[in-house]
């Protein structure tokens, strides 16, 4: 219970990027004794949604450029791990099903004009993904990466609206894998994870200029 409570303030802006926690405070706040508070910051700091800086405490991590590229490239390498593992194993089909539904939800949502709502299906796409490989360890890994990317997404809430081809690009990868394409799949992937590097870094540096202008 601490645990969700602390990752939906992070993910949702209530604990933005720099904020630090107080064990104590969050007890109180949450009605729950110190212990269940600070094991559920150590999950969150294996996971990456907090920061642990000896002598000083525990933080809401503030995402860099390095960042946002490095958590990318990890993204990269482990779905591009479990697409390979999906296509051409006979998994594609189960596959194909899983991320279908997803895509029809972020189509739904796009015709709403709800971006926020197409980000949070964009990220169900990619966890179906990986779990559609069947691996114990790549999910596990994913987990934390997955979960660095929610804070990168946090940046973009003052954007009035995703990438144009954001929904697409996920309409095509589906397909790609239904097609049991190992080699297209991965390229759209990989050119859907530089436009969304590119976006990022693009709204940080917005972010950063509209916080020295105020």
């Known amino acids: 219970m601490a645990g969700e409570r602390i990752r939906s303030n992070i993910i949702d802006g209530v604990l933005p990027p720099g904020s630090q926690l107080h064990e104590v405070e969050l007890a109180a706040s949450f009605g729950v004794s110190r212990g269940p508070v600070r094991e559920a910051m150590q999950r969150l700091i294996q996971e990456g949604l907090l920061r642990s800086e000896p002598h000083r405490g525990v933080f809401v991590p503030v995402m860099s450029d390095d960042d946002i590229v490095d958590i990318y490239l990890a993204r990269e390498a482990l779905e591009s791990a479990a697409v390979r593992r999906i296509t051409g194993t006979g998994r594609a089909v189960l ?88 080699v297209g799949a991965i390229a759209i992937l990989t050119q859907h994870f530089d436009g969304a590097v590119v976006t990022l870094r693009r709204r940080l540096g917005a972010e950063a200029e509209d916080a020295q202008a105020g």
């Open 95 to 182: 596959a194909y099903k899983a991320l279908d539904k997803v895509v029809h939800s972020m189509e739904a949502a796009e015709k709403a004009g709800d971006w926020k709502a197409v980000a949070s299906r964009d990220l169900d796409f990619h966890t179906a993904l990986v779990a559609a490989a069947d691996s114990a360890r790549l999910e596990r890994m994913f987990t934390t990466v997955i979960s660095e990317t929610r804070l990168c997404l946090s940046v973009l809430t003052s954007a009035p609206e995703a990438r144009d081809d954001l929904v697409q690009e996920h309409r095509q990868i589906s397909e790609m894998i239904r097609a049991d394409d190992t």
